[in-house]
């Protein structure tokens, strides 16, 4: 194998491996947010809690606050992924590439931000 193709896999499987915690995390929330609202007998949310609203209903005992938590992780997962992505690329002195993945981090991030506050 040649350095060129070792160092695209070392991008590739570093955006693999944050996509998967990602989603096994986000999976994880949402399997003990469903559990916990079974066990309390609570019927499941038709919408999600303002972010700001999460944290005091997590410390409520509300089901619904976890599997929000479950949302928020699948939202930041793009954006950790990216993060990487672009660390990876500046280490491997591929600046291009860097900048490219960091504009498509800001764009995600305005995005985010624009739907948590509006």
């Known amino acids: 194998m040649d350095d060129e193709t070792r160092r695209e896999e070392i991008v590739y499987e570093s955006a ?7 989603f096994y995390i986000a999976a994880a929330f949402f399997v003990v947010g469903v559990a916990w609202s079974i066990a309390k007998r ?11 609203k999460i944290p005091g209903e997590l410390l409520d005992g509300n089901p619904a606050a976890v599997i929000d ?19 990876n690329f500046y280490r491997l002195n591929e600046r291009r ?3 490219f993945s960091l504009l498509v981090l800001v764009t995600l ?8 506050f509006r």
């Not at 693999?16 to 990602?22: E, H, M, P, T």
């Not at 609570?42 to 700001?52: H, I, K, N, R």
């Open 109 to 116: 991030a305005v995005s985010i931000a624009l739907s948590l």
């Open 16 to 22: 693999i491996r944050s996509l998967r915690y990602g």
């Open 42 to 52: 609570q019927e499941l949310a038709t919408s999600v809690l303002p972010f700001q």
């Open 97 to 99: 590439y860097a900048t």
């Open 69 to 87: 938590l479950s949302i928020l992780a699948l939202m930041l997962t793009p954006v950790a992924t990216v993060l990487i992505i672009a660390t």
